[in-house]
């Protein structure tokens, strides 16, 4: 069972940046495609960013431009840069395959995005 463990968020101000980080467990990392998902309160999970094993990325409209995923697969690590951060941005973030989210979820990293 692969389990993920989140980190790297907090509270930042408009205009701000934060670099989440998710380790997975277990082997045969490289072969997933990876994304990043965010729950806001009262709303639905949505998967913001994803990358391939081949490193191609993609990533919802809102965040185009601002936010960059990415993987190190000796690490079986995904990273979420994020900048340029509005209110929002602020949810609770996670990883996990995608699509679709074939593991079970981590804690995940909550993000505040307020002055």
């Known amino acids: 069972q692969v389990q993920l463990v989140e980190s790297g968020g907090g509270l930042v101000q408009p205009g701000g940046s934060l670099r989440l980080s998710c380790a997975a467990s277990?082997?045969?990392?490289?072969?997933?495609?990876m994304g990043w998902y965010r729950q806001a309160p009262g709303n639905q999970r949505e998967l913001v960013a994803r990358i391939r094993s081949d490193g191609k990325a993609f990533y919802i409209d809102s965040v185009k431009g601002r936010f960059t995923i990415s993987r190190d697969n000796a690490k079986n690590t995904v990273y979420l840069q994020m900048n340029s951060l509005k209110p929002e941005d602020t949810a609770v973030y996670y990883c996990?395959?995608?699509?679709?989210?074939?593991?079970?979820w981590g804690q995940g990293t909550q993000v505040t995005v307020s002055s």
């Open positions: 996990n395959t995608a699509p679709p989210a074939s593991w079970s």
């Open positions: 277990g082997s045969n990392f490289r072969i997933y495609a």
